[in-house]
């Protein structure tokens, strides 16, 4: 109800304006604030550059046209925030492949390591948390905005090697958070049974007691473990909580027989997990998700698209090769056309107990740790938007000035209703959150 209908109704039910606050409460009354629509964070990342000219427009504003790795998502052009100048400028350890995978999301330097990168540049995990995270942590924090998992982390083809090249997402300072490649894994997570819930909470009481008896006996240095131990507990027991209490609003989807975590599988693969992504969001399981195919420095072999060359290796191919050209931009063409089939499903889904469709209330960021292969450069990355988002204004190519990323990152938080000041080096965040409106 706005202003004026509400002085309107005091007036006529003869009540004093101080009344209002503690009425419009009351359901009957009609007299509440309209909810927030549900408003959900995807991150899809793509590995080892792009190809410019074949990638960004050339006009800004909102009389753009599409280059050929974007014609897939042709359809959704109003729906549609390219940002040309995104900069990743965090510097220090590690080489561009493991600061534009691990900084890409965090903002913030990698510890110093015994991880070599490229050109003998070694150097551990992030020093921080990610924005995914932080986002979570923030929704997870309150009573309207809770749910079962708080983010949901997929990959497609992401190996089971551990390393700055592998993990984009970050619990905090030195946690990476793995995301899980295997669509029957996930399947499992979502929608597996959980066996006997009350003799695993039974295990859990006896662990818990068990923890705070160890806690009068070790040492300060210790405690920070221990206390990390209580809290998986904590999050264990809620899990189970908000399990007995969910109902599914859809039926989780059917995932076919047999399809191996494969090079080959890949298609089938990124489309089973993105089935899986969007009913995770139409039951309400999570509110942030990132999508990740492959790992930076990743070598996949695109068959499907007759090509038999290494994703990496083709990278590294100098500009005037023009067959390696040729086959990045059809690379990351298929890529936009993973990004399609999910902004489609979510066009084409209802928005569970609201209006619209589930993608005025998701904002996808589609990015890349390296703004080129072949240079390693972290300047200009690509960071392409798809959805909605309060605050965005969409159909528009924009063309920024060398703007850090943890300024954009600033802007995410802010659509979520986070409102951060500075988000991973502070230094960076310097002329506030990116005006996307």
Not at 193 to 216: F, W, Y
Not at 312 to 330: F, R
């Amino acid at each position: 109800m706005n202003a004026l209908h509400r002085r309107t109704f005091l007036k006529q039910a003869g009540l004093s304006a101080a009344t209002l606050p503690f009425i419009t409460g009351l359901p009957s009354l009609g007299l509440a604030a309209p909810a927030r629509p549900r408003q959900r964070l995807v991150f899809m990342f793509s590995p080892n550059g792009t190809i410019p000219a074949n990638y960004w427009p050339d006009a800004t504003g909102s009389d753009f046209q599409l280059k050929e790795i974007m014609t897939p998502l042709a359809a959704f052009k109003d729906r549609m925030l390219v940002l040309n100048g995104v900069y990743n400028k965090v510097r220090g350890d590690g080489d561009s492949h493991m600061r534009g995978m691990s900084c890409l999301l965090t903002g913030i330097e990698l510890f110093p390591g015994n991880i070599m990168g490229g050109g003998g540049a070694p150097a551990g995990w992030a020093s921080g948390i990610s924005i995914d995270q932080e986002i979570k942590n923030f929704l997870q924090s309150k009573d309207d905005t809770r749910t079962r998992f708080g983010s949901l982390e997929f990959g497609v083809g992401v190996t089971d090697r551990a390393d700055p090249w592998t993990r984009m997402s970050y619990a905090g300072a030195n946690k990476p958070v793995a995301p899980i490649s295997d669509p029957y894994q996930m399947y499992e997570k979502l929608y597996g049974q959980m066996k006997d819930k009350e003799n695993l909470q039974s295990v859990l009481d006896t662990v818990k007691g068990d923890l705070q008896r160890v806690g009068k006996l070790i040492s300060a240095a210790d405690r920070r473990l221990l206390e990390e131990h209580q809290a998986l507990v904590r999050q264990m027991e809620q899990e189970i909580a908000t399990t007995k209490q969910q109902k599914l609003r859809a039926v989780p989807p059917t995932l076919g027989e047999g399809v191996a975590d494969q090079n080959d599988n890949l298609p089938r693969l990124s489309r089973m997990q993105i089935d899986l992504l969007v009913n995770s969001f139409v039951n309400d399981m999570a509110r942030v998700a990132t999508l990740q195919f492959t790992k930076s420095v990743g070598m996949a072999r695109m068959n499907w698209l007759d090509i038999k060359d290494g994703h990496h290796s083709l990278s590294h191919e100098p500009d005037g090769n023009a067959d390696a050209v040729a086959k990045l931009t059809k690379i990351n063409k298929w890529f936009a056309g993973e990004l399609a089939y999910l902004v489609q499903k979510l066009s084409t889904t209802p928005e569970p107990g609201g209006e619209g469709m589930m993608l005025d209330n998701t904002l996808i960021v589609w990015t890349n740790e390296l703004g080129k292969g072949n240079s390693h450069t972290l300047d200009n990355i690509p960071c392409l938007l798809v959805g909605g988002a309060p605050g965005f204004t969409m159909g528009r190519s924009l063309k920024l000035d060398k703007v850090a990323h943890n300024r954009l990152h600033l802007a995410l938080a802010h659509a979520m209703g986070h409102r951060l000041e500075t988000f991973g080096k502070a230094s960076l965040c310097d002329g506030g959150a990116l005006k996307l409106g």
